[in-house]
């Protein structure tokens, strides 16, 4: 497993036999507890992270979007497991399987974004990070901590994108507004 920091690439071949087919982003996040009467009591709050996944061809137009509204790609390559609205539980709290060969030809990049449908900012929230995970085998093969706390409501966590080789993944970790991908686009589209 590789760790990645800001702006950091890796590859996602296998450097074994078997290529890599399926790859799973996972994001996981906890809200903070409020302190309450008199700062004695701690209270949990529902905070309503959205996982989406955005696809670009290599002119930076937008083909496809995958996000609590529309679980599917349009070619079925890209699926949304489901909306979690609260981030109760443990390990990933919402999950975008894809399925690497089945990529439309056209997609050239596969932004992930993680935005705050209820409004809260990243000061409420806590233990937020992304991962990719090797879907066959359930190996973690990059994982990136989404720590910065701060009065924003969104982050572009990551991008797949396709060299001659195959598929690699950036950390952005760009710090941006907006209750849906939509709001963030224009921001997305700087981290082409």
Partial sequence: MVSLSKGQTVS???????????????????????????????????IDLDASCIVFDKNKKMLDTVWFRQLKSKDGSIQHR?????????????Q??????????????LVFVVNSF?????????????????????NELAKYSLTGSGSHTAQIMAKLSRDGKGWQMTAIG??????????????????L
């Fill in 118 to 138: 209820s409004g809260q900012t990243f000061d409420e929230i806590e233990n937020a990070s992304c991962r990719l995970v090797d879907h066959q085998t359930n």
């Fill in 82 to 94: 489901g909306d979690n609205r609260t981030g109760e539980g443990e390990g990933d709290d919402e």
């Fill in 12 to 46: 996602l071949e296998k450097s074994s036999a078997t290529p890599l087919t399926k790859v799973v982003m996972g994001l996981g996040w906890d809200a903070k507890k409020k302190k309450a009467l008199f700062g004695l009591v701690k209270m949990s709050q529902d």
């Fill in 174 to 191: 760009e710090q941006a507004s907006g209750r849906t991908f939509q709001d963030l686009l224009p921001a997305v589209v700087k981290c």
């Fill in 96 to 109: 975008i399987v894809v399925d690497l060969p089945a990529v439309s030809a056209q997609a050239n990049s």
